[in-house]
């Protein structure tokens, strides 16, 4: 069950007003009302988190998808897509990739 403090916290981090927050969980505004009296299911609680860009569900904890950006919460900066990509290539630049080895079944063997 999510505590109605936690709800109201929740829709707004997704950037909702509690209207909003109804629409988008397909519910009435009169019933995300009840829940911030009652609390809400725990289901509501995924949803909102989804949409504001969490990623603990995922096997994620502590990162966040904000504003076009991978956030850690350690972390002062963001990574963006071009920042993932040349951190995998200067990794296999240093460790010396080798593509046959990389592309090819372990059970077959090697050309040389």
């Known amino acids: 069950m999510i505590e109605p403090e936690l709800l109201r916290e929740l829709y707004g981090d997704a950037g909702l007003t509690r209207r909003e927050a ?44 904000r504003g076009g950006r991978l956030w ?10 071009g920042d993932l990509f040349a951190w995998w290539w200067l990794r296999q630049k240093r460790f010396g990739y080798d593509r046959a080895e990389a592309m090819t079944d372990p059970k077959e063997e090697i050309p040389r």
């Open 22 to 65: 109804a629409r988008f969980l397909g519910r009435t505004d009169r019933q995300v009302r009840r829940w911030l009296h009652e609390g809400a299911p725990d289901w509501v609680g995924t949803m909102l988190r989804m949409r504001a860009g969490w990623l603990d569900e995922y096997g994620w904890p502590r990162w966040r998808i």
């Open 72 to 81: 850690c919460l350690d972390w002062a900066e963001g990574l963006e897509p």
